[in-house]
């Protein structure tokens, strides 16, 4: 994984492990957060009780950006999976293997087929999905232009 963010995006070695560290402990910090702020929440009311519960979104899409492109469209994969969510992962046009071989590490974790799917492609794409109706959320790190 660090070999292809450092060929994708010019990072030297260093940097892309230190990249790559992090994704593997957002995984272990989702968790944790995941487990303080879920669960079923009761509170009294006037005229009867609150109840609130956390339900998956359904299919969310990530978009990936291409300065980090590993560590930032992980830090909102690993979370909407964790919620139980489907993941559409656009990534950025510029590092398509990065995007790959992110994919295919949680294929080899376990993670069933068709929870975490990958789209290819360029603006057009991303406009797309974005516009998809089946799309029930959107996550991306970048600007209004993006």
Not at 10 to 25: C, D, F, Q, S
Not at 39 to 51: F, I, N
């Amino acid at each position: 994984m660090a070999h292809a963010i450092g060929r994708e995006t010019g990072k030297p070695l260093w940097e892309a492990r230190t990249e790559v560290a992090a994704m593997a402990a957002k995984v272990g910090i989702s968790i944790t957060a995941y487990h303080e702020r879920t669960g079923e929440k009761r509170m009294p009311m006037a005229d009867g009780t609150a109840v609130l519960r956390h339900r998956p979104h359904g299919v969310v899409a990530v978009f990936g950006p291409y300065n980090f492109p590993g560590h930032l469209p992980n830090g909102h994969i690993v979370p909407a999976l964790i919620a139980g969510n489907t993941v559409v992962f656009k990534p950025s046009e510029l590092a398509p293997d990065v995007a790959r071989a992110t994919v295919e590490a949680w294929r080899d974790a376990g993670l069933p087929a068709g929870v975490l799917n990958l789209v290819q492609g360029e603006k057009d794409t991303g406009v797309a999905l974005a516009n998809h109706r089946q799309i029930d959320g959107l996550f991306f790190t970048g600007s209004s232009d993006t």
